[in-house]
């Protein structure tokens, strides 16, 4: 999909449906986020775009995040997610992304390349899933085989083989982007049932991830 049909579609209004019994991250985090004044005053502003938002976006949310001017969900039919090679620079005030992240081949060109698409001074809010809240020791995931990494938040050795260190990764932006925040998602995660082969992503409450926001900065 080429950068105008984007816009095309942004300004038209992609067809957005809110579908029963579907159990996504994103719409398992905005009791969080509502809770959390920053979301709505700060990071969802302006005209933003969700990467890999696909049934679960959070434009489906907007009425909850007032400051969103519009938000275009960038999924599969539209290009490589790591790349968005149709998508000019600074096209965004907001870049959202909730497990999407670990479905790509490389996390550090897949977040230069999202920053890229937001403006100076605009936001990135992604979230992806803790090897050990959502893995729970086990690789290739026993829940999406599609998963090409996992993440944790720090840990001097991992049991994975394509374990991602959150916070040496945003180090490597340190001259790009300012880091609001990290922090480990475990609100609602039942640690009892951890190692019994359950996806507590698939329960109204248990996130399982880690999220960041950053700050692009000016250059």
């Known amino acids: 999909m080429s950068q105008d049909r984007i816009e095309a579609a942004q300004a038209a209004g992609q ?39 696909g049934i679960d ?12 001017r519009n938000c275009f969900v960038y999924d599969q039919q539209h290009g490589d997610a790591q790349l968005l090679a149709n998508v000019r620079d600074a096209s965004f005030d907001f870049l959202y992304s909730s497990h999407c992240l670990e479905h790509l081949r490389d996390p550090v060109e897949a977040l230069r390349n999202w920053l890229r698409v937001v403006k100076p001074g605009g936001h990135l809010v992604v979230e992806v899933p803790d090897e050990d809240l959502y893995e ?15 993440f944790t938040m720090a840990k001097e ?61 000016a250059r």
């Open 15 to 53: 067809e957005r449906t809110i579908r029963s019994g579907i159990s996504g991250v994103t719409s398992i985090s905005i009791l969080r986020r509502v809770h959390d004044a920053r979301f709505a005053t700060r990071y969802f502003r302006g005209d933003g775009i969700d990467v890999g938002g």
């Open 57 to 68: 976006s959070i434009a489906l949310y907007q009425e909850l995040f007032p400051g969103i």
């Open 157 to 217: 050795r991992s049991w994975s083989p394509v374990s991602v260190n959150v916070l040496d990764l945003l180090r490597r932006f340190a001259g790009e982007a300012q880091v609001l925040s990290a922090q480990l998602l475990d609100q609602g995660f039942r640690y009892g049932l951890a190692g019994r082969n359950f996806d507590q992503t698939r329960t109204p409450s248990a996130e399982c991830g880690i999220e960041f926001v950053l700050r692009k900065l």
């Open 136 to 150: 729970q020791g086990h690789w290739p995931s026993r829940f999406n085989g599609d998963h090409k990494l996992t």
